[in-house]
């Protein structure tokens, strides 16, 4: 018996070295033969690429894009060739090849994540949201799912370091060779794309990424993502072009004006609701009663219907950006998100300046952090006065998957309401809706229970999900009931940002399609009941033309020309006019500065402070548990035990430090602070 084990051991030893000498052979002959072994390359890496993003391990779904889409399957495989391609020119050859692999390889693992996680491919404007994701991620995966992904990072480094050290270069490099073959490859590559976009095989004008990566594949929309954005220059624009729609504007505004009653001025208040819809419209699922009962007895009451959002799955900074600005995302670049572009260094008109106009004060609110999307920028580049955000609150009440409950807007709502002696225009995000949604059962008794979905972990999602919205729906209740009581005259609107990543499709809904969410209008100054399907980009305008105000180049637009002739054309020349052209709408001269805004609605208040054995002990009004003690401006470790109650180390705080409050972000920044305070022990002031 020995003898046979040993017999089997030796042959596995020869087949293993006959199997790895072969491999040598094939990995020198590759590596001799560079334009080879990046074809091999190639297509191994699309195949890998399509397999992640398809979410399929069976190779059908690729299989049917390759059949299908065969020319885009094949300009896929061309683009990876053609950043393999920078191997021909270096000595670090196999190194190189190290390199654009791996990149590659974490574009497909990222999407794979993503897709799992939020529905949302990945493209490259997630990159430049990283600084807005860290802060959240253990909303989406375990601690041990981050410290494993910080090993790999970090295990991932150091043999790339190994690798740079010791892996052998090219020792005879035809450097002129190799540079003519890549000159030669890029030109073919240029060319093959100049002839994609004439025929039509290729296009730039992404409107829906999610479908655009299935039909288009990873390799292309990743691509297309870093370097389409913007909104391109129309071929036609001049300031003739734009007086001209400015005039016929105009013209039509005059008309309005002379027909319409005398401006009113209610509070506006707009409540996106993160990931809502109308649940109960998802065929063959049932619940044990209405999740959204309010919000179904507002719908009936008042103005409601659908809304056509820019996105589905995910993606709500867009939407507040189409209904904030009244801009119409699809005249900018692929899965763009102008927050982490164009407004990062520009004004421009929106529902906020075109209200204060009007005398109203600006308030932003969110139950999550200021620097998520680059609000705590973005906000001001828009014209608000105040931003509410999660660190300026105290919130009491958290999902099972950590996000802020909604519960604790109505409020803020009414604290901003109540900072100001006229007008307020809200506009509030909420975030208890987020995914993603638990495939195990993790909500012990709950009250919204589902049936009719056989699938145990697609019911536990719905489950999770629609017990949200129920909660949701009671602050729907309350935030209207919270406004009733105050006899102040008021339009609310409340909508849903996008619909939830639960894998929804039209053919599963019994209106609409899954761009859509519900929507209604509440008001107590006795507007007319109008019901239909709106443009997000148009909300804003149809709001201030039930109260006669028409001020603003896009509000004013929206008003006159909506279902025209030319009316996307003409919208898209205003919105590169406004963010990106010569500014003829405003004579050249953007009249819009950035705010200077102040987070939070109270302020934060240190009253007195004592000592005991090993402790200060401040107290005061509206600390959060993002606040932290400055003594003499530096931040000194501080534990928050209420919104009246902090707690430092004596070592910190000496006797006659001055020292202050801050509300500080994760960002980090300094959102809010406190006026000084001059500490005196034994003193108890």
Same mark, same amino acid.
């Given at each position: ?5 040993? %017999? ?107 897709? %799992? ?119 036609? &624009? ?16 005059? =008309? ?92 421009? =008109? ?17 139950? %999550? ?63 208890? +809706? ?6 195990? $059962? ?13 699938? $145990? ?57 899954? &761009? ?35 001020? +603003? ?11 025209? $002739? ?61 606040? =932290? ?57």
């Amino acid at each position: 018996m020995g003898t046979f084990l040993e %017999n089997i051991r030796q042959t596995g030893k020869k087949i293993g070295s006959a199997l790895k000498a072969i491999g040598l052979v094939i990995v020198d002959k590759l590596r001799k033969h560079p334009i080879l072994c990046n074809i091999v390359l190639s297509v191994l890496m699309t195949v890998i690429l399509e397999t992640l993003g398809r979410q399929r391990a069976d190779f059908s779904n690729i299989f049917a894009f390759a059949n299908v889409r065969t020319k885009m399957f094949l300009y896929s495989i061309l683009i990876v060739f053609l950043s393999y391609s920078v191997v021909l020119i270096v000595k670090r050859r196999l190194f190189t090849y190290i390199i654009v692999t791996l990149l590659w390889s974490i574009v497909g693992i990222v999407n794979w994540m993503m897709l %799992n996680t939020r529905n949302t491919p990945f493209t490259y404007v997630d990159i430049t949201l990283l600084k807005s994701v860290l802060p959240v991620m253990s909303n989406y995966f375990t601690p041990t799912e981050i410290v494993s992904m910080g090993a790999l990072i970090l295990i991932a480094l150091v043999l790339l370091v190994v690798a740079f050290m010791y892996l052998p270069m090219e020792k005879k490099l035809k450097r002129k060779k190799g540079f003519l073959q890549l000159a030669v490859i890029c030109a073919a590559f240029s060319g093959v794309t100049a002839m994609g976009f004439r025929s039509g095989v290729l296009t730039d004008q992404i409107h829906n990424i999610l479908l655009a990566f299935n039909d288009y594949g990873t390799s292309y929309c990743f691509a297309i993502t870093a370097l389409k954005n913007g909104i391109d220059k129309p071929s036609n &624009y001049s300031q003739k072009k734009i007086d001209n729609i400015m005039k016929e504007t105009d013209r039509k505004i005059e =008309e309005k004006e002379k027909a319409d009653n005398k401006v009113k001025k209610p509070n506006i208040i707009f409540v996106q609701l993160e990931s809502h819809f109308d649940i109960t419209q998802v065929k063959g699922v049932k619940f044990n009663k209405d999740p959204l009962a309010n919000f179904h007895k507002y719908m009936k009451g008042y103005s409601s219907g659908q809304l056509s959002m820019p996105s589905y799955g995910a993606g709500t900074a867009n939407s507040e950006f189409e209904v904030i600005t009244g801009m119409n995302l699809d005249h900018f670049g692929a899965a763009e998100y102008p927050y982490k572009t164009v407004l990062q260094d520009t004004t421009t =008109e929106s529902m906020a300046t075109v209200l204060k106009e009007q005398g109203y004060s600006a308030h932003a609110i969110h139950n %999550n952090s200021a620097a998520f999307y680059d609000r705590d920028l973005v906000f001001s580049q828009l014209g608000f006065d105040t931003f509410t955000t999660k660190e300026t609150m105290n919130i009491k009440k958290w999902t099972e998957n950590g996000w802020a409950k909604d519960t604790v807007l109505t409020g803020c709502i009414n604290d901003a309401l109540d900072s100001t002696d006229q007008q307020d225009y809200v506009y509030c995000i909420s975030v208890q +809706g987020h995914g993603d949604y638990p495939t195990t $059962e993790i909500i012990e008794n709950p009250e919204i229970t589902v049936s009719g979905i056989e699938d $145990e972990g697609l019911k536990n999602k719905y489950t999770y999900y629609a017990n949200q919205v129920y909660q949701m729906d009671q602050f729907v209740g309350d935030l209207v009931h919270s406004l009733e009581k105050r006899n102040e005259e008021t339009i609310l609107v409340m909508y849903g940002d996008h619909l939830p990543s639960l894998d929804i499709d039209d053919k599963d809904l019994t209106y609409g399609n899954k &761009y859509e969410t519900s929507y209604f209008i509440w008001d107590n100054i006795g507007l007319q009941k109008e019901d239909g399907v709106i443009e997000a980009y148009d909300l804003g305008a149809e709001i201030l033309d039930k109260c006669n105000i028409h001020n +603003g180049v896009i509000n004013s637009f929206h008003q006159t020309r909506k279902g025209t $002739e030319n009316y996307q054309e003409d919208m898209k020349d205003l919105q590169y006019d406004m963010l990106y052209g010569k500014q003829y709408v405003w004579n050249q001269e953007n009249p819009f500065q950035a705010t200077d805004i102040t987070f939070g609605i109270r302020d934060v208040e240190v009253s007195k402070a004592y000592e005991t054995a090993d402790s200060v002990f401040i107290v005061g009004n509206n600390f959060t548990n993002y606040a =932290e003690v400055y003594v003499d401006d530096v931040q000194v470790n501080t534990t928050y035990h209420n919104e009246h109650l902090l707690e430092v180390s004596r070592e910190d705080l000496q006797d006659g430090d001055t020292f202050s409050v801050s509300i500080v972000s994760k960002a980090p920044r300094v959102l809010r602070t406190s006026k000084n305070y001059v500490y005196k022990e034994n003193s108890g002031n």
